[in-house]
């Protein structure tokens, strides 16, 4: 028999439900999404509320992420800094997180993000079947209350139902618009090896299509990690110099001694090394386009005589008292703010303007998580072609954990980390790439530990980073260059992970 509260209780949900009905009438994905966002806040009686929703499989890049409640805060902000660990349990086991008081709770008061933020009550539902197709995330009851079982009941409602109707409103703005926002910059520029669907990276591209038929020069900021050396080379193979060299040099490789002989020559005896003529890479790239990486690592005489190069298209090569004629287009890329080290009198501001005709800020692959599962995908393509080993898939949780985990060293991070996994499951022969594979420790956390993706990504970057050091006898250059990466962000990652020479 069913007593008063049950029928209550029932009134809610289905009051809750007809609600929902109603806001799918609506033509716009978005704007049902918000509104129904702000529906389920009210009726929870939060005081914050986030919302991510997937496509139709785990690579598919059609996604959906809003905040309600956020003051002041764009919806990107917010999946970077929001508690990230909560968000990715939800998705990974497929069930309800409920805690009174996450700063006080065992499994996410070590989340920076819960600590920074002294995050309290929390509700997080998965949205949709196994695997979940997103997650609904409340923050903060009203009044400082935990959130009841009704508000879990209803929340569970709520996110049984948004699956199918947001797939409709999908389904018909699909048919009305497409569903690729890169697509007619995929149509103007040669670029088949970039990526994903993202609206974050169509907005480089759009930059890109803008820039690359002129013979400008252009500066590419953005975090160390981000593919800023490939969109370079797509500029150059898209531009007037396509069919002249493309000539690279990392200004962080070399030791500052050597930056202006490797860059603009040297006559033989210049310095203690050159014992012969050393054609600078300026010279190498004559009629095409030099790109010079980590450009804020020059030294102020190798600035200052840039920034000759830049306005009298001449230079003088180590040794020589006659200028030499360069045409060059120059692209520089930096992950330093170039307008903070001008202020610190670290970078001459009038080479910045110099270099800065056309700026483009490459995005954080926090900004475009919905590529993740894209690239992911073509990583783990390339690495099994590359070792020779048979073509294996990543599996929906693996893409899940993937998408859900956090990459600080942006697309060169995840593509170093697919290719561990697909060696990892060569290895046991197993028919597909498993979340374990990808990011191990993440299914065997110590006693009382609740490790999150965050914690075994950083677990994982910093043993892959001791193991390259110990391989090349804390040689810092030498491990930068197998890794990847550039030998400022090795010495930072040695810093942050707090690793020392002889440790076990």
């Known amino acids: 028999m069913t007593n008063g509260l049950d029928l209550t209780r029932i009134q809610r949900e289905c009051d809750l439900y007809r609600r929902l009905l109603e806001l799918g009438r609506r033509d716009q994905p978005e704007q049902f999404l918000r509104e129904a966002l702000a529906l389920i806040v009210e009726v929870a009686e939060a005081k914050q509320g986030y919302l991510e929703l997937f496509g139709d499989n785990p690579a598919e890049a059609a996604r959906w992420s809003l905040a309600h409640g956020f003051t002041g805060e764009q919806v990107e902000k917010v999946r970077a800094a929001i508690s990230r660990g909560i968000i990715a349990e939800a998705v ?78 999908l389904a018909g703005q699909r048919e009305r618009t497409g569903a690729d926002p890169t697509t007619p910059f995929r149509h103007q520029l040669r670029i088949a090896d970039v990526i994903g669907r993202s609206p974050a990276l169509a907005t480089v591209l759009r930059q890109m299509a803008l820039v690359a038929p002129l013979d400008v020069h252009v500066l ?35 030791p500052e001694t050597l930056i202006e002989s490797e860059l603009f020559g040297a006559h033989a005896g210049a310095h203690s090394t050159a014992t012969r003529k050393i054609e600078g890479k300026v010279e190498s790239a004559e009629r095409g386009t030099l790109f010079l990486d980590e450009i804020s690592e020059l030294s102020h005489a190798a600035q200052a005589k840039l920034l000759h190069l830049l306005q009298s298209k001449e230079y003088y090569p180590l040794g020589s008292t006659k200028a030499q004629r360069a045409n060059v287009r120059v692209i520089a890329a930096t992950n330093v703010d170039l307008q ?93 790439v498993e979340r374990s594979h990808l990011l191990p420790g993440s299914d065997t956390p110590e006693p009382d530990e609740a490790v999150t993706f965050q914690e075994a990504t950083r677990r994982f970057q910093a043993r892959l980073l001791r193991d390259a050091l110990e391989e090349q006898s804390w040689n810092v250059n030498e491990a930068a260059r197998r890794l990847d990466l550039a030998r400022s962000h090795v010495y930072n990652l040695i810093r942050a992970f707090g690793l020392e020479r002889g440790e076990q």
């Open 92 to 169: 990974a086991t497929g069930k309800t997180i409920v805690t009174d008081s996450a700063v006080d709770d065992k499994r996410f008061s070590g989340l920076d993000s819960v600590r920074r933020s002294r995050i309290e009550a929390v509700l997080c539902a998965p949205i949709g079947d196994d695997p979940p197709r997103g997650v609904l995330y409340l923050q903060n009851r009203a009044g400082h209350d935990s959130f009841t079982e009704d508000d879990q009941a209803r929340a569970e409602t709520f996110a049984w139902h948004l699956a199918p109707l947001v797939d409709r409103l």
């Open 340 to 432: 903070q080290a001008v202020t610190d009198r670290r970078f001459r501001v009038d080479l910045l303007y110099r270099l800065q005709v056309l700026p483009i800020r490459v995005p954080s692959l926090a900004e475009r998580r919905e590529d993740v599962p894209l690239l992911a995908r073509f990583f783990c393509a390339q690495a099994s072609e590359r070792h020779g080993l048979p073509a294996l898939e990543l599996s929906p949780n693996a893409l899940r954990a993937a998408e859900s985990a956090e990459w600080p060293g942006n697309v060169r991070q995840l593509e170093n980390a697919v290719e561990a996994a697909v060696i990892r499951a060569a290895g046991e022969r197993a028919s597909r």
């Open 220 to 254: 590419l900021t953005g975090e160390t990690g981000t593919g800023k050396t490939q969109l370079a080379r797509v500029i150059h193979d898209n531009g007037p110099r396509a069919h002249h060299p493309f000539v690279a040099l990392n200004c962080a490789t070399l």
